[in-house]
């Protein structure tokens, strides 16, 4: 059975979580850049006293100076500023934890952005059978948010409480008793590339979830791992597993659907390695992206004549494939 994998990236999730976009003009904040600004003022309304404040508004200048959160990250660890790098994932993760539960709640409050991505139920819907999804469709995410376990748990198939164990629906990193599960010999239907927000990593059980997303104060690192960190970040069990499952998760790929992702330089270890692992087997790319067409792709990553690449220009669902 020919396999369909699709690439997610930022804009996946763009209904209902901020981009690297600017607001209104070149010299505005991104979207990404003012929703933590936001969160600040947030963070300082329930917690005026918190020692990081001063440390998190100098973070944010840097996000503005560099254009983007990821490139403040980089920065800050090319820099060996440990106490900020750390800061900033854990800002990041709070963030997201704080929008998919407490807005998810009360969506009059905060945000600009809706309550939740439509499109991966709608996806999740199309796709699946008796409660069941196909064993040929995988998901490779860049994003660290929850958009997609949400959209399986309201289509029953996902339970927050005991994650992986409905037919067809698994992530990673998971998050509840299947921890020990052999991911890399039975690969995820969801795998995040960069780590899930919400939760810090722990050397006992993998992952535990943060107490308050208004509180900064918890030293422990977090579990986002962007795809520059390497196993000396402490994070040993997770940088071990995430490039094996990535590298099953690749192979037999016969058509792969990228959805709002723009190939970041940062990003271009893994995505080398995904093509890479596709390559004996890549037929087709499809591309859905307002503005891009993904031209460059096939000199960018040596796809050779034999990969066609087609051009999906309306985002308003996730395409799923002629071939499906």
Not at 116 to 126: G, I
Not at 290 to 316: F, M, S, T
């Amino acid at each position: 059975m020919y396999q369909i994998t699709y690439l997610f990236g930022a804009g996946a999730s763009a209904n209902a979580l901020p981009i690297n976009k600017k607001m209104d003009g070149e010299s505005a904040p991104s979207q990404f850049i003012s929703e933590l600004e936001r969160f600040k003022t947030t963070i300082e309304q329930f917690d005026e006293a918190s020692i990081h404040l001063d440390r998190i508004e100098e973070i944010l200048k840097i996000c503005m100076e560099l254009g983007t959160p990821d490139l403040c990250a980089k920065y800050l660890l090319e820099t060996a500023n440990m106490p900020k790098y750390r800061l900033l994932k854990r800002l990041i993760s709070n963030y997201f934890s704080y929008k998919e539960t407490v807005i998810e709640a009360r969506p009059n409050i905060y945000s600009t952005f809706g309550r939740n991505e439509p499109r991966p139920l709608s996806f999740l819907t199309a796709i699946s059978s008796d409660q069941k999804l196909p064993s040929n469709v995988k998901i490779i995410s860049w994003n660290y948010d929850s958009q997609m376990e949400i959209a399986a748990e309201k289509l029953r198939l996902f339970n927050v409480n005991a994650p992986n164990k409905i037919d067809g629906f698994s992530s990673w990193p998971n998050i509840g008793s299947d921890f020990n599960r052999d991911f890399v010999a039975s690969p995820p239907f969801l795998m995040h590339i960069n780590g899930i927000a919400g939760y810090n990593y722990s050397l006992r059980n993998f992952a535990e979830p943060i107490e308050n997303p208004l509180s900064l104060d918890d030293e422990a690192d977090s579990l986002l791992s962007f795809a520059w960190e390497i196993a000396e970040d402490g994070k040993r069990l997770f940088t071990e597993r995430r490039q094996k499952i990535l590298e099953k998760m690749c192979e037999g790929t016969k058509y792969l659907v990228v959805i709002g992702y723009s190939f970041p330089f940062f990003n271009r270890k893994f995505d080398k390695l995904i093509f890479q692992k596709m390559a004996p087997s890549l037929e087709k790319i499809y591309i859905q992206d307002p503005y891009n067409d993904g031209r460059e792709l096939k000199a960018q990553y040596d796809l050779g004549r034999k990969v066609e690449i087609v051009h999906i220009n309306n985002a308003d669902s996730y395409f799923i494939p002629y071939e499906f």
